[in-house]
T-cell receptor
Framework: QKEVEQNSGPLSVPEGAIASLNCTYS??????FFWYRQYSGKSPELIMS????GDKEDGRFTAQLNKASQYVSLLIRDSQPSDSATYLC??????????FGTGTRLTVIP | DAGVTQSPTHLIKTRGQQVTLRCSPI?????VSWYQQVLGQGPQFIFQ???????GRGNFPDRFSARQFPNYSSELNVNALLLGDSALYLC??????????????FGEGSRLTVL
């Protein structure tokens, strides 16, 4: 059983639209959740972290966490072609490591 | 400020050989983790070190080993390489003290190809 699951994608949105990325996790003991962006051939880059239920906004990015539903999402408003990348959802399910999903590839079409 | 630095960036080995990958964390970070990322998959946890002690180990065979030095840099060793070890090996550092995970900051990775 996978610890963290994400939309299989790929996801394509037009420039200026809202991109919605979703993630579920299996371990109810998970306390910390993260979204990473990974450009092709590059390493993951931290975008957002969220620790409590509700929304957390940072610029064009909003992370949402619902621990009862074991669900995490990332919204990207006013999507830009530079947002085209693979987005990785991660959950801290143990004391000392992250479990990552397989990632959702997002393409923003100019 | 320098981020996480890894070396070498690319390397090619043959089956049965051994490889050592190196990592220097962000200044002030005492926790270093290693992840393996196979093409098309998310990173998989291999090891975490904090204050020079192993604090966690993922589901990898004993051919994988690591250590952390007094300056908090780290090495990952893989013995008896298999074709399936071909992957991007990522090092990440964290400011948060064990046992919390905190935010991980990744280096650019070492891309290993095993022929």
């Amino acid at each position: 059983q996978k610890e963290v699951e994400q939309n299989s994608g790929p996801l394509s949105v037009p420039e200026g639209a809202i991109a919605s990325l979703n993630c579920t996790y299996s371990d109810r003991g998970s306390q910390s959740f993260f979204w990473y962006r990974q450009y092709s051939g590059k390493s993951p880059e931290l975008i957002m972290s969220i620790y409590s239920n509700g929304d957390k906004e940072d610029g064009r990015f909003t992370a949402q966490l619902n621990k009862a539903s074991q669900y995490v999402s990332l919204l990207i408003r006013d999507s830009q072609p530079s947002d085209s990348a693979t987005y990785l959802c991660a959950a801290a399910t143990g004391a000392n490591n992250l479990f990552f999903g397989t990632g959702t590839r997002l393409t923003v079409i100019p | 400020d320098a981020g996480v630095t890894q070396s070498p960036t690319h390397l090619i080995k043959t089956r049965g050989q051994q490889v050592t990958l190196r990592c220097s964390p962000i200044s002030g970070h005492k926790s270093v983790s290693w992840y393996q990322q196979v093409l098309g998959q998310g990173p998989q946890f291999i090891f975490q070190y904090y204050e020079k002690e192993e604090r966690g180990r993922g589901n990898f065979p004993d051919r994988f080993s690591a250590r952390q030095f007094p300056n908090y840099s780290s090495e990952l060793n893989v013995n008896a390489l298999l074709l399936g070890d071909s992957a991007l090996y990522l090092c990440a550092s964290s400011l948060v003290s064990y046992p919390n995970t905190g935010e991980l900051f990744f280096g650019e990775g070492s891309r290993l190809t095993v022929l």
